[in-house]
């Protein structure tokens, strides 16, 4: 796997064990400013807010990886999409990975499946 596509599993990985101030450290130093680690956790939490019974995610996936897109700016290392599964729906994030402080760090998030 792709060291950019790690660090948006990772990411993931941390937000469906509901720990978001380890979500948080894979932020990229502006978007730390800009985002909490509880506007994460409310963020993902309304995405997977279906209401009763839809249980929990039990099953996260980087679905898709990009070098090269439309939108991308100088220093964006790449782009994954990670799908968050439960036992009746699906959702997921999109990261836009850019290389930071000698390392891979989240530049941007779209919240939700496409």
């Known amino acids: 796997?792709?060291?950019?596509?790690?660090?948006?599993?990772q990411f993931a990985r941390a937000l469906v064990a509901g720990d978001f101030d380890a979500a948080h450290e894979f932020l990229a130093s502006n978007q730390k400013q800009r985002v909490s680690a509880a506007d994460l956790k409310e963020k993902f939490e309304?995405?997977?807010?279906?209401?009763?019974?839809?249980?929990?995610?039990?099953h996260v996936e980087v679905m898709n990886t990009l070098e090269e897109w439309r939108a991308k700016k100088e220093g964006d290392v790449g782009w994954a999409y990670v799908a968050l599964s439960g036992s009746n729906y699906c959702e997921g994030v999109a990261v836009v990975v850019i290389e930071q402080e000698g390392g891979f760090l989240i530049r941007d998030i779209e919240w939700g499946r496409p």
Request: hydrophobic share 35%; aromatic share 14%; glycine share 14%.
């Open 1 to 9: 796997m792709k060291p950019y596509a790690q660090i948006a599993e």
């Open 46 to 58: 309304s995405m997977i807010d279906y209401g009763p019974g839809y249980g929990p995610i039990i």
